[in-house]
């Protein structure tokens, strides 16, 4: 991508309505641009990040035999009164309109309800089972409070993923699963060492939920956690009762402000039972099909990673998830002729700063946009077949052979 040609400017100034960094320094970046209190528009660089997040997520659920579907955003209130969460009194979140000719629809907050009812079509026999199917799609949801930039909105972009097995020991097995790939996706862009797996109550149908709570400043949530952080409790869990159950004492927990990037639910038959999904097993009998369901916060996530991924400067994007790994610079004219041959097949790859600008300016937007390696062409170290190459995260900077650039 040339900077050239693109329309976006980064901005020196924090825009007014912003107040978390990581929004600050998206938004000045020319990642995302605001619509409206908690809608979003996400920029080309901004949207690679979001693209790079998404392709993780499906290699680690395709890894574990998960499918990708994509379900429609219109919804169907017959389905959402079966399990009573249609009436604004129980689901205060809906966004609802009505149709020109006559009738309601809802614009889709989650989607237990239509998943819950396609399968039926599908699943019949134990046979049939178990299955796991996910995809990655706007959610709709009226919250009262927008903020933090992208961690909260009102639209915003989900992963979730539902599973139908047939008795409970497959479901756990499953759930098992989830839980390492989610370790896995939440280390691959780069929260891996401040995500913890949380206790959260688990409704009627299960002793437990989890939470996987990224732990920042700014988040909405409070966990309490003990000395070496193998036991991690959500507010609602926190009771004399819990506590017993893990061998933990009351004022052995410290207490962080965290942001839930996931959560996966045993559901069982919540669902399956009102609307009618079930199956035969072995020995001919009718059962509901017992399900799980297992979120991801993906702009949530995106807006988490900006928040801690930043120093003074701006961004620092992980190199997993970053828009391109390097930012390429030019300076003089033998230095811009060589930028131009070295930017030459690698497009995809690599950020070209070839305006028409100062190398002060050009660098402190490489900064700002959190590229993490900058590399400088300038005959000066052309002379000597060298490059300049700057990591973004540690701030050092290296000559490298010409051949060495864009190394993996
Ligand atoms: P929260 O308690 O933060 O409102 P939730 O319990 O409503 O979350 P789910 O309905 O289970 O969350 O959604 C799955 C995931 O989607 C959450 O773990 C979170 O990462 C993300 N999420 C939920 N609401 C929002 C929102 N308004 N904006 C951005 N991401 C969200
Ligand atoms: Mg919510």
Not at 128 to 156: C, H, W
Not at 358 to 381: C, H, N
Request: glycine fraction near 8%; hydrophobic fraction near 35%.
């Amino acid at each position: 991508m040339r900077l050239s040609k693109t329309f976006i400017k980064t901005i020196r100034t924090a825009p007014k309505d912003e107040t978390a960094r990581g929004a600050i320094f998206l938004s000045r970046a020319g990642f995302i641009h605001k619509e409206l209190a908690g809608v979003y528009d996400y920029l080309p660089l901004g949207l690679r990040v979001l693209e790079n997040i998404k392709r993780i997520i499906r290699e680690e659920l395709n890894t574990i035999g998960c499918e990708e579907l994509l379900l429609s955003s219109l919804q169907n209130p017959e389905l959402w009164k079966k399990t009573d969460r249609w009436d604004i009194e129980k689901m205060d979140i809906w966004f609802r309109t009505e149709l020109a000719n006559g009738g309601e629809l809802g614009l889709a907050p989650t989607h237990e309800e239509p998943i819950t009812e396609l399968m039926k079509s599908y699943l019949k026999s134990y046979k049939d089972l178990p299955v796991a199917v996910y995809q990655i799609q706007t959610k709709f949801r009226n919250e009262l409070r927008a903020k933090s930039g992208i961690m909260r909105g009102r639209e915003f972009i989900m992963k979730d993923l539902y599973s139908f097995s047939a008795d409970e020991t497959t479901h756990e097995k499953f759930y098992h699963e989830v839980e390492k790939a989610y370790l896995n996706i939440f280390r691959r862009i780069g929260l891996g060492d401040d995500t913890y797996e949380t206790f959260a109550s688990g409704g009627v149908f299960a002793k437990y939920s989890h939470e996987f709570q990224t732990f920042v400043d700014i988040g909405e949530d409070t966990v309490y956690y003990n000395a070496d952080k193998s036991v991690v409790l959500n507010e609602e869990v926190l009771n004399d009762e819990v506590l017993a159950e893990f061998g933990v004492k009351r004022e052995e927990l410290q207490s962080a402000k965290a942001a839930e990037v996931g959560n996966i639910f045993t559901l069982k038959d919540k669902y399956s039972k009102p609307l009618g999904l079930e199956f035969t097993d072995r020995e001919g009998k009718r059962k509901n099909i017992f399900m799980g369901c297992y979120g991801i916060g993906i702009s949530r996530a995106m807006g988490v990673i900006a928040e801690k991924c930043c120093d003074e400067k701006g961004l620092v994007w992980p190199e997993e998830i970053a828009p391109f790994k390097w930012y390429l610079v030019g300076i003089g004219e033998a230095g811009m002729k060589k930028a131009e041959e070295l930017y030459h097949g690698r497009e995809d790859l690599v950020l070209f700063d070839d305006r028409d600008e100062r190398p002060g300016t050009k660098f402190a937007d490489a900064e700002l946009m959190g590229i993490p390696y900058r590399i400088v062409v300038s005959e000066k170290t052309l002379n000597n077949g060298k490059l300049e190459i700057t990591e973004r995260k540690s701030g050092e900077t290296k000559l490298i052979d010409i051949k060495e650039a864009f190394q993996p």
